[in-house]
């Protein structure tokens, strides 16, 4: 509730009454300078029109009746109804005050009214200017989670209520494309999360009807891989998080000459499993600034899926080069450049054929078909681009920078 010294707060008024007030005050100081200097040069040029030799002055000095010609008069003239004249005053000076009264009274009078007018018709221009902003709060509050299809629209001509409420629907489509991926997020993660819980009951309800030694084994292994398979998923899930988030500003420089041999090395094992060759190119790598750990899942993930993603006896290429960050090209299965461009969307995979799935089943390897998503994530992060190209022998080329 506001107070009645706020509601005088210039800084609290409406649009429309702050440009009535500018409207009115603008109004009656110009009209006041104008009122003003005709004033004054009317008083003057009376006066000097009046004393002027041979000019009304003397004229009115020499008629019949007039002041002079009454004895005893001395040439001063009574008090008018303009108020007291003192005996000193002449003719010019009581026609000088009596016109500067009355054009002072009737000015004051026609500037509060042309001012007053200003104001209203400054109200009424204001409201009717500012008539598309009540409808852009309008529709705006009325959009909720539900409705964020809706757009403002705006029709009229294109000025700065039109920029606004264009604005404005932009920033509706990108809430609506984030809503959509959120749904679409959580539903899948839903779904992935699902599949090894379901594999881990029906294992410990199977697995114990047969509690002899190799039924146990069996389901702890059934156990072990589901259990594994849900770790891989929550991680990525975390370190995707994290990588939306953004940067958290405590950037440092990054050596990717040895950071990717070192991450490399570590996947040796995955990959001689695999029948799968990697190749470091040393010494095409540059320094880049960013968050170490982050960019350390962006490389590991990108090689564990040119790995994965791959066919017995392929190789793995990564390399740097003057303008991208890294560079992994792979062999594998072929791959149309449809399918690439939605590789970085969470829980979409390339299956050994070369098509793509959403979501995996029991029997699949256990990844959390968030790599490239994660990778993707990570990239904008630091202001990055990730380009997924298909090689014409089969195998992906990802370019990242």
């Known amino acids: 509730m506001l107070t009645g010294r706020a509601r005088l707060d210039p800084r609290r008024w409406s649009i429309g009454l702050r440009t009535a007030v500018v409207f009115g005050v603008a109004f009656a100081l110009l009209c006041s300078l104008v009122v003003l200097g005709v004033a004054v040069a009317t008083s003057q040029g009376v006066a000097l029109t009046l004393e002027a030799p041979g000019g009304s002055g003397a004229a009115a000095e020499r008629t019949p009746g007039s002041a002079s010609d009454v004895p005893g008069q001395g040439g001063a003239i009574a008090p008018g109804p303009a108020g007291a004249v003192g005996s000193d005053d002449s ?31 400054g109200w009424v221009v204001s409201r009717r200017m ?35 409420a264009d604005t ?31 594999v881990q009951r029906a294992a410990i309800q199977i697995g114990l009807d047969d509690p002899t030694p190799a039924g146990l084994a069996e389901t702890r292994e059934q156990l072990l891989e589901a259990n594994r398979r849900t770790e891989a998923l929550i991680d990525g899930l975390l370190t995707l998080a994290t990588a939306d988030r953004g940067l958290a500003g405590d950037e440092r420089v990054v050596e990717l000459g040895e950071l990717v041999p070192e991450i490399a090395t570590g996947l040796i094992d995955e990959a001689r499993a695999s029948s799968v060759d990697v190749v470091i190119l040393r010494g095409t790598f540059r320094r880049v600034s960013g968050d170490p750990v982050l960019i350390a899942h962006l490389v590991r993930n990108l090689v564990s899926n040119a790995v994965e993603y791959n066919e017995p006896g392929g190789h793995v290429r990564v390399l740097g080069t003057g303008e991208a960050v890294v560079v992994v090209e792979n062999t594998g299965p072929v791959v149309t450049a449809e399918q690439a461009v939605t590789l970085t969307r969470p829980f979409t995979r390339v299956d050994r054929h070369g098509g793509t799935r959403g979501r995996g089943g029991a029997g699949e390897v256990a990844h959390s078909g968030l790599g490239l998503a994660i990778v993707d994530s990570i990239a904008r992060a630091h202001g990055w681009r990730v380009v997924i190209e298909p090689r014409p022998g089969g195998g992906l080329r990802v370019t990242v920078g």
């Open 91 to 121: 003719v010019p000076t009581v026609v000088a005050r009596v016109l500067a009264r009355q054009q002072l009274i009737w000015s004051s009078v026609g500037v509060a009214a042309a001012a007053v007018a200003a104001g209203g018709v």
């Open 130 to 164: 500012l008539r598309p902003l009540d409808d852009i709060v309008e529709t705006t509050q009325a959009i909720t989670a539900r409705t964020l299809h809706e757009r403002i629209a705006l029709d009229g001509p294109r000025d700065e209520l039109a920029r606004v």
């Open 168 to 198: 404005i629907d932009d920033l509706l489509d990108r809430l609506e494309r984030s809503f959509e991926a959120q749904r679409r997020f959580v539903a899948d993660a839903s779904h992935e999360l699902r599949t090894p819980l379901a």
